[in-house]
């Protein structure tokens, strides 16, 4: 059990460093995407204000609140929206790399994983003939079976799997990388 736990500390340390490589690549591509979504949050705000300001002209103060609280509500809506966008273009680039480009990065992933005998690495249908080389030279052996995910792999030793698809990653990392990207952002 202990040796067990080493190696998932292990894996996960691995996958952190290369977690992390994404989340600069992810960085690099979000602050490209800066400047539009700016003109997007400042639009909005200048929409917002003006409805607020109409609202203000026609309605007594107590309705003034109410619209400018709602034009909070709408511009931090529209700002989570940009987030959830820019991560889902994060995981759509990843899934959309160059056959070399994927190979190495899943590569990568694999070089931070032992790997044992019985270890079986289940990728996508679409995955399966991109990534057998690669699964191969490091040790692993490619399972027929195909797994129902986008990108990434399952690591599979017996009955224990363990989840490296980049839907996967990007969900335990999905608040750091928020929290990095609404700093940009915001």
Known sequence: M???????NKIMSEADTEIQALTTQVNQEIAQMQKTANEKIEKEQDRYRKLAEEEGRKAH???????????????????QNILEEVLQEAVER?????DTEYETVVGNMLDGLNPEQGT??????????????????????LSE???NI?????????????NYSFAAIMTVQKEEMQMTAANILF
């Open 2 to 8: 202990h040796e067990g736990r080493i190696i998932i």
């Open 150 to 162: 986008d990108g990434g792999f399952i690591v599979k030793n017996g009955d224990i799997e363990y």
């Open 94 to 98: 990843l899934e959309n790399l160059s």
């Open 145 to 147: 079976q195909a797994a």
């Open 61 to 79: 103060a107590k309705e003034v609140s109410a619209a400018e609280m709602e034009a909070k509500k709408a511009l931090l809506q529209e700002k």
């Open 120 to 141: 079986e690495i289940l990728v996508s249908k679409k995955d399966q003939r991109r990534l057998a080389n690669i699964v191969t030279r490091k040790g692993f052996t």
